[in-house]
């Protein structure tokens, strides 16, 4: 479960936003007993969806370098806490990545069309 602090870390790191449509956020998070912070968070105001392109109008070359078109989702946000559960790896890649891999799901990109 990783190595535990002497006393916690009691400081808390919050950060505020409004999304486009209004939609006001907050997010704070505190270390706690553990060496370094290791939960990640997601706070995205606004998200879209990408579908894989077949049409060269779209720039795609054919050359097997794939170009994603992008839909937006107006209304849409997205707000996710990773906890890190004794190590930080899973929850910083979850936190890095689940945007990205979200939006090129195909019933996502169904959903967005």
């Known amino acids: 479960m990783g190595n ?4 916690p870390v009691t400081e808390k790191e919050t950060h505020t936003g ?17 060496v370094h ?5 997601i706070t995205e105001g606004k998200i879209y969806a990408q579908a894989l392109s077949s049409s060269p109008e779209d720039g795609n070359s054919g050359d097997g370098s794939n170009k ?4 937006d989702l107006p209304g849409h946000a997205l707000f996710a806490v990773f906890d890190g559960h004794g190590g ?3 929850a910083q890649y979850a936190g890095d ?8 799901q ?8």
């Open 37 to 41: 912070m290791e939960d990640s968070h």
């Open 4 to 7: 535990l602090l002497g006393a």
């Open 68 to 71: 994603y078109i992008k839909i």
């Open 106 to 113: 195909e019933k996502f990109v169904a959903y967005a069309r």
């Open 18 to 34: 409004v999304t486009e449509d209004g939609l006001s956020f907050a997010v704070s998070s505190m270390q706690g007993w553990r």
């Open 88 to 90: 930080t790896f899973a």
């Open 97 to 104: 990545n689940f945007c990205r891999v979200l939006a090129r």
